[in-house]
């Protein structure tokens, strides 16, 4: 089926330090989201954008919603230990349907203190 | 309680064993999902239920059977499950308006599932 490119697919930083990942598709998306997995959990809604250029932030982290619609990004600034975990891109082709989600395979965050 | 809760945590069962997993949704939402997370594959849709009836299957081999007795629970049936079915089980909710399925998906902890 279709599937996202999500890269890196692991990271390994130092505390302090920023991260940067991204998503890209061949197919046009309506809705991109970002997802955090932490270790023995179930991935936790971090960020929705819904339109081209869009940029949001929650706390330290930004993502932007490409303007070719194709990708988006997401970054943490000044990273903590508890920023491990597995982050998910999302996007969805058809706006208001989230049963036709595809999802990126994930990018595992590791922060050395 | 809160949020979405998934029992049990952890199963081990045989090939020719019976079990079902549990999800419990307490966000007042009205559709509910089962999700199939595997290693080194993106997260896969399994079943939705909207208001109890189920609105997608994704060619779901019958092995597995669900059950939406209502809006808040949320059972997944196994049995003579093979060992390429071990995985993480997720179950999610959200809010679903006329046919609009754009409110964010709620995930609980998952079921660990372990086939052998």
């Known amino acids: 089926g279709q599937q996202l490119n999500q890269s890196p697919q692991s990271m390994f930083i130092q505390e302090g330090e920023d991260v940067s990942m991204n998503c890209t598709s061949s197919?046009?998306?309506?809705?991109w989201l970002w997802y955090k997995q932490d270790p023995g959990e179930g991935p936790v809604l971090l960020i929705a954008l819904y339109k081209a250029g869009e940029l949001t932030s929650n706390g330290r982290l930004t993502a932007q919603f490409g303007i070719t619609r194709k990708d988006s990004f997401l970054n943490i600034s000044a990273s903590i230990p508890s920023d491990v975990g597995i982050y998910f891109c999302a996007g969805q082709l058809n706006a208001g349907n989230n049963r036709k989600l595809i999802w990126g395979l994930g990018t595992s965050l590791a922060v050395n203190p | 309680e809160t949020g979405v809760t998934q029992t049990p945590r952890h199963l081990v069962m045989g090939m020719t064993n019976k079990k079902s997993l549990k999800c419990e949704q307490h966000l007042g939402h009205n559709a509910m999902y089962w999700y199939k997370q595997s290693a080194k594959k993106p997260l896969e849709l399994m079943f939705v239920y909207n208001f109890k009836e189920q609105t997608e299957n994704n060619s779901v081999p019958s092995r597995f059977s669900p059950e939406c007795p209502n809006s808040s629970h949320l059972f997944l049936h196994l049995h003579t499950l093979q060992p390429e079915d071990s995985a993480l089980y997720l179950c999610a909710s959200s809010q679903v308006q006329g046919s609009s399925y754009n409110s964010p998906l709620h995930f609980g902890n998952g079921t660990r599932l372990t086939v052998t």
């Open positions: 197919s046009i998306f309506n809705t």
